[in-house]
């Protein structure tokens, strides 16, 4: 009791600070706290590169050469990403396929590229795959002696498509089954469904995993730096291997490299992004909170 008679007030809470902690947060505009977060994080990694001891100027007179192998590791992956899609539909339309040869032949690809390494895979494209031609056919031998590049290229869209293929079969098997038999009601044919119905579908399904999938192969495209490849196609792994080689600065290379890597990957998760919300347009509502996207309610 006071000296008037009235009580002492009772001293905070953990559990009101609390409380208080969070109305004051939500306040504040999230786009606000988000902007803090990355600042704090730029200033941790610029600390850490400073105490690091890179060779600044190096880094910046080399960020170029280096740079010059961002059209190869686009042009690889375009290529690659290509094949995968073409093999994982064919493979996803195998698995589901009553056909026992397809479902059979199908079903081996995706066994193998699923459980064998990447490397392996390309070393065996590269060096092994000539060795299958007879002796008595040197131009045979000769079709199938690849480049660096090539073989790279085949490995990676060997490899994804098989992973593609149960993304595929997931997202034809999520269009509804009574959409299929109202088509063949309607009289068409098996392409006709897969092509007008099904597909357009199972696209708005596939775009997210299959975008992950080609970032995914952005950075294992660096593993065609060890099949060797000329100074004209070299990617950006590739030179900065040799150039931070040359002139004993392995470390500052790699970093440049990385954050290559990173402004490549991060320019395409942002049109990703604008492709899978023009997709699902119609299909799915932003709600008040940042980030959550959840189905569109049904009316009543």
């Not at 910046?60 to 590791?73: K, Y």
Request: proline content about 6%.
């Amino acid at each position: 009791m006071s000296e008037r008679g009235l009580e002492t007030p009772a001293p905070l809470a953990p559990g009101n600070r609390r409380e208080r902690f969070e109305l004051a947060s939500a306040r504040v505009p999230f786009r606000w706290k988000l902007v803090a977060v990355w600042t704090g994080i730029a200033l941790v990694v610029g600390v850490l590169f400073a105490l690091a001891g890179f060779d600044i100027p190096w880094m910046l007179d080399q960020f170029f050469f280096i740079a010059r192998g961002l059209p190869w590791t686009i042009v690889i992956c375009g290529l690659a990403i290509i094949l995968a899609v073409l093999l994982a539909l064919l493979g996803a339309l195998g698995r589901l396929s009553s056909n026992a040869v397809a479902q059979g032949l199908s079903s081996f690809y995706a066994s193998f590229f699923r459980g064998t390494p990447l490397i392996v895979q390309m070393f065996l494209i590269f060096l092994a795959l000539p060795e299958l031609a007879p002796e008595g056919l040197p131009g045979l031998r000769d079709s199938l002696t690849l480049t660096a590049l090539q073989a790279g290229v085949i490995a990676l869209g060997l490899n994804y498509g098989a992973y593609m293929t149960e993304i595929f079969r997931a997202g034809i098997l999520s269009v509804g089954q009574g959409q299929s038999e109202a088509a063949e009601a309607l009289g068409m044919n098996y392409r006709q469904r897969m092509r007008r119905i099904v597909l357009p579908q199972a696209i708005r399904v596939v775009i997210p995993p299959t975008g992950n999938e080609f970032i995914a192969m952005m950075k294992d495209s660096a593993l065609i730096s060890l099949l060797g490849s000329v100074i004209s196609q070299m990617e950006i792994f590739r030179r900065a291997q040799l150039v931070g080689r040359a002139d004993f600065r392995p470390l500052e290379a790699f970093v440049v490299a990385a954050i290559l890597y990173w402004i490549l990957t991060s320019v395409f998760q942002f049109f990703q992004t604008k492709l899978e919300r023009r997709l699902s347009a119609g299909f799915v509502r932003i709600t008040s909170q940042p980030g959550v996207v959840t189905p569109l309610e049904e009316p009543a």
